[in-house]
C-alpha cells in the first residue's frame, strides 16, 4: 500500500497508518511503542466523558501521556451534546491535540445509553456533538460505522453528515454495528463515502495482515487504515506497513514495554497490562500454551518477566525484524 503523509486539520501526520483505540490496551506504554513501529497516530482507550465530568478517578487516568507523545489525541465517548462541548473544552483536555468522538461502539450497554454507535441513529445530535467539541479548537475526528443493520447500510450520508458539521477526518468500521467485530467488511461502503466527502477517510475492520491491509486500500480507495487488534497480536505490522527500520525482538520489546509501565504506572496496572500484552503476542506462538496459565499466576514483575523470557526468548525462534 502507499504510505504517505496526512494531513488533519493543522496536523500533518508521520504516515497514514494509524493504530485504533481499543479499552484496556492503548495505554501511553502501547501508544509510544505503535509510534515508534510506524503508526501515524495513535489514540487513547475510550474516555466517558459523564467519568471526566464526575472526576471518575480511572477515567482520568486514561489521559495519562507526557511531552514524548508525538500527538496527543484523545477519544471521547459520550452521547450528551452538552457534556461533550463541555469536556472537550476543560482543563483536562487542555493538553490534547485531537479529539476523537466515539459513534462507532457496538458493546449493548453503550448503546442502549444512546452512545457509540447508537448516535448513527440520530444524526441531528451527532452533528451537535461534532460541532460542540469543535468549539475546543482542536482537531476533531469521528470514528463510525456503516450502520446498524447488516442490511440497512448509510455510510456515506453519516460521512457527510459528519464533515457538514466540522469533522476532519472520519474513521469507518466497515461492519454494521449487528455484526460486532465478525464478518467481511463491506467494502463498497468505506468506497461510497470517501467519494461523498472531501475529509480524509480512514478504513478499519478485519486487517490482520499486509495482505488485508492492501486489500483494504485497493477495494476502498481510503487514505489510509487503521489496525486494531492485529496491532496487539504483531505490533510490526506497523514497521511492515511502513518500511520503518526496526531491529529490535518481540522480547526486546516486551521488556521496553514493561520498564516504561512501571516507570509511570502502579505494579498492579503494569501486571495487568503485561499479561493482556505478552497474551496476544504469544497467539499462534509454537510450543507456548504451557507457559499461559504461569503468565496470569506471576504475583510480582520478576516472576511475570520470568515467564515471558521463556515464552519470548530466542531459543524459541524470535525473529528480528
Not at 18 to 43: I, N, Q, S, V, W
Not at 174 to 195: T, W
Amino acid at each position: 500500500m502507499e504510505i504517505r503523509r496526512l494531513r488533519v486539520g493543522h496536523l500533518l501526520l508521520p504516515s497514514n497508518v494509524l493504530m485504533a483505540p481499543l479499552a484496556g490496551y492503548t495505554c501511553y506504554p502501547f501508544r509510544m511503542l505503535a509510534y515508534e513501529l510506524g503508526a501515524g497516530l495513535c489514540f487513547t482507550e475510550m474516555v466517558s466523558a459523564n467519568g471526566l465530568k464526575y472526576k471518575d478517578l480511572a477515567t482520568k487516568r486514561l489521559l495519562f501521556t507526557t511531552k514524548q507523545e508525538p500527538v496527543q489525541a484523545v477519544q471521547l465517548l459520550g452521547g450528551n451534546p452538552a457534556v461533550m462541548e463541555e469536556m472537550a473544552g476543560s482543563e483536562l483536555l487542555k493538553d490534547a491535540d485531537l479529539i476523537d468522538i466515539n459513534m462507532g461502539c457496538p458493546v449493548p450497554n453503550v448503546f442502549k445509553s444512546g452512545e457509540g454507535s447508537a448516535l448513527m441513529l440520530d444524526q441531528k445530535r451527532a452533528a451537535a456533538i461534532i460541532r460542540g467539541c469543535k468549539k475546543s479548537g482542536k482537531v476533531v475526528t469521528v470514528k463510525c460505522r456503516t450502520g446498524i443493520r447488516e442490511d440497512e447500510m448509510f455510510t456515506a450520508e453519516f460521512a457527510r453528515m459528519c464533515e457538514d458539521a466540522g469533522a476532519d477526518l472520519i474513521t469507518i468500521h466497515g461492519r454494521s454495528r449487528s455484526m460486532m467485530y465478525d464478518g467481511e467488511p463491506c467494502f463498497r461502503e468505506i468506497r461510497q463515502a470517501k467519494a461523498a466527502v472531501g475529509i480524509p477517510v480512514i478504513a478499519n475492520g478485519g486487517i490482520f495482515s499486509l495482505a488485508d491491509a492492501e486489500k483494504m486500500m485497493e477495494q476502498t480507495g481510503a487514505d489510509g487504515v487503521m489496525i486494531a487488534r492485529y496491532g496487539l497480536e504483531h505490533p510490526f505490522i506497523f514497521s511492515e506497513l511502513t518500511q520503518k527500520s526496526c531491529k529490535k525482538s518481540s522480547l526486546q520489546l516486551l521488556k521496553e514495554q514493561m520498564e516504561l509501565t512501571d516507570r509511570y504506572y502502579d505494579e498492579t496496572f503494569t501486571l495487568t497490562y503485561m499479561r493482556k500484552l505478552s497474551a496476544y503476542m504469544m497467539k499462534k506462538k509454537k510450543g507456548t500454551k504451557q507457559y499461559k496459565a504461569r503468565l496470569y499466576q506471576s504475583g510480582s514483575l520478576e516472576e511475570l518477566w520470568e515467564v515471558i523470557a521463556l515464552i519470548f526468548g530466542q531459543h524459541t525462534g524470535e525473529r528480528v525484524c
